[in-house]
């Protein structure tokens, strides 16, 4: 595996309601590596979305440090996060988050215009990739829940971003799309080289990963292999 | 970025119902503001161009203060150095058959040649000899008249026709063009005279002055002197207060709308902020979402107001007939006809509508901009939010209150200070709404619920759930409704204090020739004198003059009459204030005293024809005849003063205890038939008044309709926007077992419980207001005290009105309901 791509230095993520302090995130310190398929389990409420969300930007840490390909988040400000975004990160939903005025290829291209792509081509393309030739033209409640994810998908790699991250990416959908979809994202993530971070609840995303990670109470563990997950 | 504008001006046609409702949301109240403001602009117009017109090329006129001018005075006028040319002119009114008004010139046809071409025209396109005949007859024939084309056509008249008029039969012996549309009646000067009663007398003398300062010298003692500019510029002032309150009143239905337009954008945030979550998280800038979320807001803001501009446009026509009849009954005749259509409307239009939906969005767009992409796409509303901040923003609704308290005090700096006191109180009042529909579900809920069982509490739920998209049409709802309260409730004591008024000065039995077109010869009044019974003859003159710059008038009476037959009430003191009247002291109308501060115990000087002469104020009594203020006094003070014997009307008093009253009454009556004067009752005249008081408010009515209109459409979306927004909700209804009727019926509760809602806070904002406009806006527009009497019927017209409003807006809904709500499933895409 190559450099590091991901690094976070006592990640803390705090909050307060009604008048209660608790922590989403405490302390983590992981470091990925380029082109790394990485799978974080964890149980509903341990902060794996609020992980995400902080390494997107979308989210402040309260302390400890963030680093996205050698940069540190906290100094780009909000202008330098937006271009992160835009430039080296793609999202994937687990309620897919299309925009529902826009069409399967507006969607894709919507990505690639954000980075001042003007040409639709890579879009239509990203749509053929994902297995989604023919139906550019739809909008998304003319499509069906895997279909929705996989322009979702399309959308994330349309402009070959180094970092996808995918929050519970199968979550929405039955076993068996569930499982093509993994198979796709995986697949073309390590065709472009691409680090993918998945967090799921579905066991058999960690056959996917290279690296298996769990996360308890806002702590993160790395595991070893799927079997110890059951454990 | 292309792609995020398109996804959000996509919106606008996916849920192309919702967007038609809130586009004529928009349009309508562009449309009163441009309406009311083209209509304004063409009575004025119309005055410019009638004054141009009928000044022809003359510079300036003279005439005497008051009352007509003699005619020998022409002969001086004539041979002054400054005077190079003049032309006498009688300019009064006669009225048409279904009593119309309109205006007749005496003029002469020789001299007018060098000032106007109206009586050089006569013939133009006949004959020599035809021509010369036609001429003749206008000069020698006592009936003949020139009438002007567009009245010509109206009434069908041509050349050889009779014109029945209040004057007799006239003979239209030419029709000439009047590039102006102001109908128009010529005659000979001579001829005029006869028909008015006016020998030896003309209005005035309309003149070419080549040096004015030494003509003015010449001429200052015992004359009025005016410039074609100081004439536009007195007739306009006339009408400062009157078109001001007008255009207020369109602005107030332009309020209106732009609350339409918060609410729409804040429905159109509603249904962006998940959009906007996923925009963020995919790259983009929030100024990129905000630039889209504008362009669509401004979409919706030009189209309306294109829309609007054009309405405006078509509604003008409709209010310049309406403004005219208004402004010739209160001020002047004056007939505007609608303007041409310029693209300059609709895009007057469009900026309104445009710049509206600017100042409706703002917050709406800060609230995008704050968008967090974490909340939304974890699905948090904005809408638990909004309960939270009920209270934070009733807040902001108190200190406007208070900024509206604080301009009322400051009022009478300018007129302007209490209009803006007005709309900070609307303000103030619309940001209670949240805690209105808060305080209002314990008691609506148990009402719906045993009106209309479950549906109906949900309903009224929902209304207290979705407070942030439900309060915004409320608050619109409610300002409409509070403003036709406000408006009617103010007209209601309006028209009881003047009915109070008439009832103690206008205490005659029987009045003759008030129609004002007609007078009243001086040796009727003597007539009327020699009948043994009657108690006492009001002779009344009044004239408009100008005092300290600005236009008023003065009222002669006879001060011994009213004392003893009248109950005037005063400011200060009470019948002891006639006895210095009838020695030649004047007494003030409440609006020449809060006007021209004029109080008890003050002088005032008038130009009389022997100069200034000043004059002791001896009391002010309230009046409500012209806003514009009288100086009433004794018919030998005035006849002293303007040396002017003509008679506008009188009025017959008669000792009620007299037994030969109803035979006396007769005997007047049969008398003033004999000359042809028009004589009504007491009751006729106050009757007369009183439609003419009503008519003058038929702008205000078409207002108050207009604001309900464009409230309707807002309670329409916003039930609309209720039953889109929530699909996912109306999923879980179905699934629980609920009918396509039960979820109609639920629309229909949420509708007449917003409507409830509104009218139930408009009964308290509506009476505020009523007392705003009387205690605030009347006093410094019309300078007049209006007494706050309860009426139930405004309260019960605009209660019937928000019913049938909210039913009507949930129509629409409810269709859509029986269309898609079989169809809804619970699913997040």
Redesign the interface.
Known sequence: MGESIIRTYDLWKRYEVQGHNGAAIRGVEVDIRRGQIVALFGKSGSGK?TFL?LL?G??VPSAGRIEIDGRDLAGLG??GR??L???K???V?Q????????TAL?NV???L???GGADAKPAVEALVLVGLQGKEHRY??ELSGGE?QRVAIA?ALVKGPPIILADEPTG?LDSATGAQILALLVERCRAAGTTLIMVSHALNTCDYADRILRMTDGRIVEVHSCRELTQ | ????I??????LV?RRSLSTLHLLGIAVGVAAAVGMTLASRSALRSLEEAVDFLRGGATHTLERPAGPLEEEVLARLATDPAVRSLAPVIDRQVRLEGDEKIRLLGLDPFLDREVRSVTARIGRSESDDARQRLFSAFLFDPRAVLVDEGTARRLGLAAGSTLPTSQGSLKVVYVFPNPTGEPLIVADIGHAQELFGLRGMIDRADLVIAEEAPFRARWDKGFKIESGRQKTETLTALLGAFRLNLQVLSLFALFVGVLLIYNTAMFAVVSRR??A??????????R?IAAAFLVEVLILGTAGGALGGLLGYLLSGLLAKVVGEAVSTLYFFLKPSALPWSFWNLGGGIVLGAAASLVGCLPSLLELGRVE??RV??GRTASRGARKTTNRVALWGALCLAVAAALFLLASLHLYVGFAGAFAFLTGASLFTGLAIVWSVPVLKPLFGSVMGLSGRIAVGNIRENLGRTSVAVAAFMIALSLSIGLGAMIDSFRTSVVWWMNSQLRGELYISTKGDVHVPEDFYEELGGIAGIGGIDIFRNVQITFRGKPTSVTSIDASVLQRYDRFVWFEGGGENWEPVKRGSVIVSESFSRRFDVKKGDRITLDGVDGPRELPVTGVFYDYSTEHGVVMMDRSTYLGLYRDRTINSLGIFIDETNPDREALIAEVKRRARARGLPVATRAEFHRRILDIFDGTFAVTRSMRILAVIVAFFGIAGALMTLFLERRKEFGIFRALGFSTGDVARLTVAEGVAMGIVSFAMSVIVGTAFALILIKVINLESFHWTVFYHFTLQPYLVTGLTALAASLAAAAYPVWSVYRKYPVVQIR??
Do not use: C, W
């Open positions: 979305t969300n997107a979308l989210d909000e202008t937006t271009r975004r835009r430039e990160l793609g999202f939903f309620f897919f988050n299309l925009l529902p005025t826009l507006e291209f919507l990505a215009e954000l980075t998304p409640h929705q959308r929405n | 970025m292309k792609s995020v398109r996804s959000f001006l996509r919106y996916r998940r959009d979550g996923i925009l963020l998280a995919i790259g983009a800038s929030r990129q992409p974490v796409l974890q997040e895409e």
